[in-house]
């Protein structure tokens, strides 16, 4: 018997029992920890064996593993090339003990500690992350999470939703760049498409607080319990689909605090894609 295959077998059967598939939503992307780490190990040409490692939370302090984590952390996008920690998203991954109100304090003295400022963005500063979250934070997940959609992913919803809406890119500057998106039923349309598209909104539900919060930043004064109620009230209102989630994106989450920065980012995107599309138009 070869006890390579034997030993392979075992590997398949647990990752297969412990691997938690990601899902999507619209255009909602979740995924676990464990997918994003077994994706990372090939990305990587890291040997499959690694994993067994990995499954049972064991982080050796070598060359592959600290850039296996890295890759994890842009995965996910809890971590950025230009050194930005999102400690929301990486949190979001971890459970703390419900006792432990020192977790956040520990987690943040433990970075500073043992990280270098000299080596920003390196597989070691992740690695040096990763370890501080799983020593002090809580215990590692593993259930899919929400990833947070990049702007060329944000764009594509928007060019979805002008389409079906029947709304041009001029008039989606305009509402945009003025914050104006109640102006007419096919911009407040516009605006609810979006929402529901992106994953932060249902006609039943109303707005997602997480969800929103992790792709669009926390607004200004924000108050989970207020932002609830007000959106609560509005529904109450009896308002037609698109009104109510314009009335409650803007005054309810700090539409030009929050999401209106994203819409100019994807506005840009969109222009440069119209752009090179009118360049190859046949003359």
Known sequence: MS???LFYGEL???V???FVVGFSEHSLVSKSFVQAQQECVEYLKIPKC???QYLNYNYPNDAQTKCMIRCVGLNLKWWYADVVLRPEIIGQYFLPDGADEANQQRTKACILRRT????PGSCGHAFEIFQCYLEQFGELLNCPKQVPLEDTQLAEVVDFCLGLNEVTLDEFANYTTGADFSATDASRCLLRCFAIRAGFYSDQHGPYQKRYELQFGTPTD???LEADYCAARYR???LEECTLATRVLFDCYDFVGTLQPALLRVLELLKVQQMMALEHLPT
């Open 236 to 238: 109450r209102d009896g």
């Open 12 to 14: 398949v059967l647990l």
């Open 222 to 224: 924000w108050n989970d």
């Open 116 to 119: 270098s400022p000299g080596e």
């Open 3 to 5: 006890f390579g295959w």
């Open 50 to 52: 690694r994993l067994y």
């Open 16 to 18: 297969g029992s412990t």
